[in-house]
């Protein structure tokens, strides 16, 4: 028992002894580290819950332009299909009663103006889809950004000391299944547009 109480003493008296200068530069030095390693990890949490959540803003953004870009082009084809349909029952009913009892329908017909289809209605449906297309790639392009952000984050120095242990964050990128196949493969032969 004697000889604990003598080392508490010398312990005790070592620290009487103490510089206050020492005491402030052994302060400084334990607690600067300290406190900049816990403002770096509040950081770096930071940076990825934002991140995180920007990821899932971005997901319902791309689901959103997908949607979008099919209502779209659904209402705009359901108009060409639509004026097809008018304009071919229109014409039908025009040349029944024109030609009804008539024994020189081709003549007539070669001699009757035909009435031009429009093309602009199938020219604003492709212009639709380029536009809508390209809205939902950049949606897709900016997902994959994100998660390159927070990869960077996660697995470089010295933002992997602070966030190791948290999951990547996860985002659907949509593609065709062609597309998957030709990644798999790394082969892309048939160049066939149309699929014919």
Do not use: C, H
Not at 104 to 127: F, R, T
Not at 157 to 167: E, N, Q, V, W
Request: glycine content about 4%.
């Amino acid at each position: 028992m004697i000889f604990q109480f003598s080392q508490i003493s010398r312990i005790v008296n070592m620290f009487k002894n103490f510089n206050p200068i020492a005491w402030i530069v052994a302060a400084v030095v334990v607690v600067i580290p300290l406190l900049m390693f816990f403002i770096m990890r509040v950081n770096y949490n930071n940076l990825y819950s934002r991140l995180e959540a920007e990821a899932a803003a971005r997901q319902d953004v791309s689901k959103i332009t997908f949607d979008t870009t099919w209502k779209i082009i659904q209402g705009q084809a359901q108009v060409a299909t639509t004026e097809r349909e008018s304009f071919k029952a229109t014409f039908i009913e025009i040349m029944n009663s024109r030609t009804q009892n008539d024994q020189n329908l081709i003549m007539k017909w070669s001699q009757e103006a035909q009435v031009p289809i429009s093309a602009d209605l199938y020219k604003a449906l492709q212009n639709s889809i380029e536009s809508q297309r390209g809205k939902f790639l950049n949606a897709q392009k900016e997902l994959i950004d994100i998660r390159r952000e927070a990869e960077n984050a996660r697995n470089t120095f010295p933002g992997s000391m602070f966030l190791g242990g948290r999951a990547p964050i996860k985002i659907n990128i949509v593609t065709s299944e062609k597309t998957d196949k030709v990644f798999e493969t790394g082969k892309e032969d048939n160049v066939d547009v149309f699929g014919k």
